[in-house]
């Protein structure tokens, strides 16, 4: 990968055909998430890290505001993960956004790194894996190359507001 640089009003990176593959992947499980039959999902960690509870100590006052909050929410999550996958080049190359297409990238790149951290049980002193030969090490891998791609957008976004004061 060649991380997210500003480019006039645009930013842009350059991805190997594997990792616009694992992201592709990692789209598809999101979505499938997403659109899974509440009873299906019932109880998945990876939802209620997504969708928190708007109020941990008053059940009745959370459930009220999940009823008000998640259809939004998830059609939100939704329009940004189309956006990313309109914008990733299905066999590697350049992803080149604007504004709007990199806030999507951002908000998805931050559900799918709290979707497989969640899996994954990733803590604050967890480290990258040295040895890559398990599922789990590879897994982990891909967290913490996410979350590189994903600080390369912040640093190349908040780098353009800083050159325009």
């Known amino acids: 990968m060649r991380a997210f640089r500003r480019r006039g009003d645009a930013v842009e990176a350059r991805l190997e055909p594997a990792e616009a593959g694992i992201v592709g992947l990692l789209l598809d499980q999101l979505e499938?998430?997403?659109?899974?039959?509440?009873?299906?999902?019932?109880?998945?960690?990876?939802?209620?890290?997504?969708f928190p509870a708007g109020h941990r100590g008053d059940a009745e006052l959370a459930a009220e505001y999940r009823e008000l909050t998640e259809d939004s929410l998830r059609g939100g999550k939704a329009d940004d993960l189309a956006t990313v996958r309109a914008t990733l080049p299905p066999r590697g190359g350049v992803v080149r956004l604007d504004a709007d297409q990199a806030g999507a990238?951002?908000?998805t790149s931050n559900d799918l790194r709290l979707a497989l951290g969640t899996r994954l049980?990733?803590?604050?002193?967890?480290?990258?894996?040295e040895d890559l030969t398990s599922e789990e090490a590879q897994q982990l891998a891909v967290y913490y190359w996410l979350t590189g791609l994903q600080g390369s957008l912040v640093d190349a976004l908040a780098g353009g507001r800083a050159g325009r004061r």
Not at 33 to 42: I, P, R, S, W
Not at 121 to 129: K, S
């Open 121 to 129: 049980d990733v803590r604050e002193d967890t480290e990258p894996p």
């Open 32 to 50: 499938q998430l997403l659109t899974a039959e509440a009873a299906d999902v019932a109880g998945d960690p990876v939802l209620e890290r997504l």
């Open 105 to 107: 990238w951002l908000r």
